[in-house]
């Protein structure tokens, strides 16, 4: 593809030439052809500009990068120095919302600018080409780093091939060389290096991470390497997803597109979840029965089922990409600090104060509204009443209940016929109400709630003052009070067996069961579960209910989160993410459909140790000798 050339080839020297030829004044048809000429230019001018073609969105995309390399060419005769994303923005060279990413090196010497059609291909162009290539791609892409390159990709919707570095001559290309653990089969990478002519030999310095070899014969690293390691976790209808190094990953059934991947095919591994940006930490990630939302640099996204709104991005419509939840409304600017995700809605917390959107049926979206009308943006959820002057910290959504901590109390809005709202009776709030006024929980101070199940059968459980307490539906002894009797306000989760002695820290309620993370002052917290265990998701190597905790199977583990699915759990441990439960969907990530009643690591989120690492690589050809940086990192 040609970038501008033909607006700033020969033809505006044509139209010079007419308006100048003749001395002192212009004839009607030379003006007339000028104007016509220039009309067309413009036209051409503005296609370019923004990217418009009709042909193909992948030709749309390449084109995006057009104005990015003209703007840069200019940039470069007049200031001697290449220009960030920033300075094009406010240069008006690209939009804000246009899906391209640059990156400059610290002299302004050399850039790479990117740009992902919605095929998801990804094109790239630098300051030594004259035409877009896609990624990966061999050949020369300026001065930056192969490591800096797949960052930019990642930064437009997600790149996770590794890039193929390319040689020239005796010299190291790319300063660092990316590891990648894509499969359970061994990768290899190059160090980027070629000999004018001889034979090579190599050595190494450094510590290299755990599974990876180096080979002095070809110098190349091998390896079988999973993971990196996991932050959070959240375990869906029948899938499941995690942070690890601060992006989203999810696996399992792919109904609707809620891994997230671009697809709608399953995966029995953790796929990385598109749409994101790249430039931004994830810091919470939620499951609910077909969608799912993350926080990503303090703002919100959704994917998946978006039948109700419950994407919250203004629309109906599905999604297998991660989409901005509107903040231009309601939210404001203000950062999102928690986000929970249902079957049919999801709510978020910015600026003390709790939003949702979707489904609005029995009051679920607690602004007041009982229609089935959705809201496909987000609605404030009433601040009058009960939580008037109280700042709200956190959310859950169940798929027919929503519940707040707010100034350290539970509160609780939509369906209530299992008694799930917690405030001791049986009927449908529209708005807030406050739960646990009298009982177990009085005067306790909540520091994790969690909503789950659905109907009658719908529970609520918290932790307050380090004690675990529930109220709903008990067909199952998903109360955890050695009872089967639904409670309309919240009862003490039994103590008298494994939980003796231990301070509760954290809750999750999936559809029929509960887990916590419990622990003594001194020690480490480890995982216990309670409930329906047909499917083995209470992890005790059982498939039998139980009405009282057991214990999940972690006590050698260092347990920092749990969460609960429909049938299925998860927790991050010492050595990574772990499931255990039901598994026909590959909810597990295991790389397989085998059903666990014990915990199992999910594949590639496993704590495997010594990554990034820098390793100096020698490389002898006779007499020469040349000494690289590789860098070796976990994708």
Same mark, same amino acid.
């Given at each position: 593809?040609?970038?501008? &050339?033909?607006?700033?080839?020969?033809?505006?020297?044509?139209?010079?030439?007419?308006?100048?030829? &003749?001395?002192?004044?212009?004839?009607?048809?030379?003006?007339?052809?000028?104007?016509?000429?220039?009309?067309?230019?413009?036209?051409?001018?503005?296609?370019?500009?923004?990217?418009?073609?009709?042909?193909?969105?992948?030709?749309?995309?390449?084109?995006?990068?057009?104005?990015?390399?003209?703007?840069?060419?200019?940039?470069?005769?007049?200031? &001697?120095?290449?220009?960030?994303?920033?300075?094009?923005?406010?240069?008006?060279?690209?939009?804000?919302?246009?899906?391209?990413?640059?990156?400059?090196?610290?002299?302004?010497?050399? #850039?790479?600018?990117?740009?992902?059609?919605?095929?998801?291909?990804?094109? #790239?162009?630098?300051?030594?080409?004259?035409?877009?290539?896609?990624?990966?791609?061999?050949?020369?892409?300026?001065?930056?780093?192969?490591? $800096?390159?797949?960052?930019?990709?990642?930064?437009?919707?997600?790149?996770? +091939?590794?890039?193929?570095? $390319?040689?020239?001559?005796?010299?190291?290309?790319?300063?660092?060389?990316?590891?990648?653990?894509?499969?359970?089969?061994?990768?290899?990478?190059?160090?980027?290096?070629?000999?004018?002519?001889?034979?090579?030999?190599?050595?190494?310095?450094?510590?290299?991470?755990?599974?990876?070899?180096?080979?002095?014969?070809?110098?190349?690293?091998?390896?079988?390497?999973?993971?990196?390691?996991?932050?959070?976790?959240?375990?869906?209808?029948?899938?499941?997803?995690?942070?690890?190094?601060?992006?989203?990953?999810?696996?399992?059934? *792919?109904?609707? =597109?809620?891994?997230?991947?671009?697809?709608?095919?399953?995966?029995?591994?953790?796929?990385?979840? &598109?749409?994101?940006?790249? +430039?931004?930490?994830?810091?919470?990630?939620?499951?609910?029965?077909?969608? $799912?939302?993350?926080?990503?640099?303090?703002?919100?996204?959704?994917?998946?089922? *978006?039948?109700? !709104?419950?994407?919250?991005?203004?629309?109906?419509?599905?999604?297998?990409?991660?989409?901005?939840?509107?903040?231009?409304?309601?939210?404001?600017?203000?950062?999102?600090?928690?986000?929970?995700?249902?079957?049919?809605?999801?709510?978020?917390?910015?600026?003390?104060?709790?939003?949702?959107? !979707?489904? =609005?049926?029995?009051?679920?979206?607690?602004?007041?509204?009982?229609?089935?009308?959705?809201?496909?943006?987000?609605?404030?959820? %009433?601040?009058?009443?009960?939580?008037?002057?109280?700042?709200?910290?956190?959310?859950?959504?169940?798929?027919?209940?929503? @519940?707040?901590?707010?100034?350290?109390?539970? #509160? @609780?809005?939509?369906?209530?016929?299992?008694?799930?709202?917690?405030?001791?009776?049986?009927?449908?709030?529209?708005?807030?109400?406050?739960?646990?006024?009298?009982?177990?929980?009085?005067?306790?101070?909540? %520091?994790?709630?969690?909503?789950?199940? +659905?109907?009658?059968?719908?529970?609520?459980?918290?932790?307050?003052?380090?004690?675990?307490? @529930?109220?709903?539906?008990?067909?199952?002894?998903?109360?955890?009070?050695? %009872?089967?009797?639904?409670?309309?306000?919240?009862?003490?989760?039994?103590?008298?067996?494994?939980?003796?002695?231990?301070?509760?820290?954290?809750?999750?309620?999936?559809?029929?069961?509960?887990?916590?993370?419990?622990?003594?002052?001194?020690?480490?917290?480890?995982? #216990?579960?309670?409930?329906?265990?047909?499917?083995?998701?209470? =992890?005790?190597?059982?498939?039998?209910?139980?009405?009282?905790?057991?214990?999940?199977?972690?006590? %050698?583990?260092?347990?920092?989160?749990?969460?609960?699915?429909?049938?299925?759990?998860?927790?991050?441990?010492?050595?990574?993410?772990?499931?255990?439960?039901?598994?026909?969907? =590959?909810?597990?990530?295991?790389?397989?459909?085998?059903?666990?009643?014990?915990?199992?690591?999910?594949?590639?989120?496993?704590?495997?140790?010594?990554?990034?690492?820098?390793?100096?690589?020698?490389?002898?050809?006779?007499?020469?000798?040349?000494?690289?940086?590789?860098?070796?990192?976990?994708?």
């Amino acid at each position: 593809m040609k970038f501008q &050339r033909s607006v700033k080839g020969t033809q505006p020297s044509r139209l010079r030439a007419l308006l100048s030829s &003749r001395a002192g004044g212009f004839d009607l048809p030379s003006v007339m052809t000028a104007s016509f000429i220039s009309l067309i230019l413009v036209a051409a001018s503005l296609v370019l500009a923004v990217g418009v073609m009709p042909w193909s969105q992948d030709s749309i995309s390449k084109d995006a990068l057009g104005p990015v390399r003209t703007a840069q060419q200019t940039a470069k005769s007049t200031t &001697r120095a290449f220009l960030s994303k920033s300075d094009l923005i406010a240069k008006k060279a690209i939009s804000p919302n246009d899906a391209v990413d640059v990156a400059v090196d610290a002299g302004g010497n050399c #850039y790479v600018a990117v740009s992902k059609s919605d095929s998801g291909r990804v094109f #790239y162009v630098t300051n030594t080409q004259s035409e877009a290539r896609e990624l990966p791609a061999a050949g020369d892409t300026g001065c930056l780093s192969v490591t $800096a390159v797949k960052a930019l990709a990642d930064s437009v919707g997600g790149f996770d +091939d590794r890039l193929t570095a $390319a040689t020239s001559g005796f010299r190291l290309t790319y300063p660092n060389a990316v590891f990648s653990a894509a499969s359970a089969a061994a990768e290899t990478i190059s160090p980027v290096i070629a000999a004018d002519s001889g034979a090579l030999t190599y050595s190494y310095a450094g510590t290299l991470p755990d599974g990876v070899t180096f080979d002095t014969a070809t110098g190349q690293f091998t390896g079988s390497v999973w993971g990196s390691g996991a932050e959070a976790v959240s375990a869906g209808g029948a899938y499941g997803c995690s942070i690890s190094s601060k992006k989203a990953y999810c696996w399992g059934d *792919n109904t609707a =597109g809620k891994l997230g991947n671009g697809t709608t095919a399953g995966s029995l591994v953790p796929v990385p979840v &598109r749409g994101l940006p790249g +430039d931004k930490p994830v810091t919470a990630v939620s499951t609910g029965t077909d969608s $799912a939302c993350a926080i990503a640099g303090g703002e919100a996204y959704c994917w998946g089922l *978006n039948s109700s !709104g419950q994407l919250g991005n203004g629309t109906t419509t599905n999604s297998s990409e991660a989409v901005k939840v509107d903040q231009g409304g309601v939210l404001g600017k203000a950062a999102v600090t928690s986000i929970s995700v249902g079957q049919r809605s999801a709510c978020a917390v910015t600026n003390g104060a709790a939003f949702c959107w !979707g489904a =609005g049926t029995n009051g679920l979206r607690g602004d007041g509204a009982t229609s089935a009308a959705v809201a496909a943006a987000p609605v404030r959820v %009433t601040s009058t009443g009960v939580l008037a002057h109280k700042t709200v910290t956190s959310v859950t959504v169940a798929s027919s209940h929503a @519940c707040a901590i707010a100034s350290g109390k539970a #509160y @609780c809005w939509g369906l209530n016929s299992g008694g799930q709202l917690g405030d001791g009776s049986t009927v449908t709030r529209a708005v807030p109400v406050a739960s646990g006024t009298s009982g177990a929980m009085f005067g306790k101070t909540v %520091t994790s709630l969690s909503a789950g199940g +659905d109907g009658a059968s719908a529970t609520t459980c918290a932790v307050a003052s380090g004690k675990a307490y @529930c109220w709903g539906g008990n067909g199952y002894g998903q109360l955890g009070d050695n %009872t089967l009797i639904s409670k309309s306000s919240p009862v003490a989760v039994n103590t008298a067996g494994v939980l003796a002695g231990l301070t509760a820290s954290t809750v999750s309620t999936g559809y029929y069961h509960s887990c916590i993370t419990a622990g003594t002052t001194a020690g480490p917290a480890h995982a #216990y579960c309670w409930g329906q265990g047909i499917d083995g998701q209470l =992890g005790n190597a059982s498939l039998a209910d139980s009405k009282v905790p057991v214990s999940a199977g972690l006590d %050698t583990e260092s347990v920092t989160g749990i969460a609960t699915g429909r049938n299925h759990s998860c927790a991050i441990a010492a050595a990574g993410a772990v499931c255990w439960g039901l598994n026909i969907s =590959g909810q597990l990530g295991t790389g397989t459909t085998a059903q666990s009643s014990q915990p199992v690591g999910v594949k590639g989120l496993g704590s495997s140790t010594g990554f990034p690492s820098d390793i100096q690589v020698t490389v002898t050809n006779g007499a020469d000798t040349d000494t690289a940086q590789v860098k070796l990192e976990l994708r």
